[in-house]
């Protein structure tokens, strides 16, 4: 079992900045990835960013291409989503989620993932 505790959400006028925060706990198997998705308000969730935490590789949806960056404190078992230039589309509930599945970084989001978390909530005002 990997318990998953989102961290940092909160209010933040449009093109401010916010850091999320994952915190991986549990039985951790190597090699496994972190997945950040969202879900606006009606929408559907939505794969925003993943890490490999076998090689570091990285994936980024168009939308937050060169705005967010996602990256690993390994000493602290955390992965980070650091949000900047953010617009109010990018309002949402922000999950963090742990995936086994041994692709490609860039397919990740196509299969399903072991374990979320509860999500923390992210609001961008204009």
């Known amino acids: 079992q990997v318990q998953l505790v989102e961290s940092g959400g909160g209010l933040v006028q449009a093109g401010g900045s916010l850091s999320l925060s994952c915190q991986v706990s549990?039985?951790?198997?190597?090699?496994?990835?972190i997945c950040w998705f969202r879900q606006a308000p009606g929408k559907e969730r939505e794969g925003v960013a993943a890490?490999?935490?076998?090689?570091?590789?990285?994936y980024y949806t168009e939308s937050v291409k060169g705005r967010f960056t996602i990256s690993r404190d390994s000493a602290k078992n955390t992965v980070i989503l650091r949000m900047n230039s953010l617009k109010p589309e990018d309002t949402g509930v922000y999950y963090c989620?742990?995936?086994?599945?041994?692709?490609?970084?860039?397919?990740?989001?196509?299969?399903?993932?072991?374990?979320w978390g509860k999500g923390t909530l992210v609001t961008v005002s204009s």
């Open positions: 549990g039985f951790i198997v190597d090699p496994y990835s």
């Open positions: 890490i490999s935490l076998y090689d570091d590789s990285t």
């Open positions: 989620a742990f995936s086994t599945t041994t692709v490609a970084i860039y397919d990740i989001f196509r299969y399903d993932m072991n374990y």
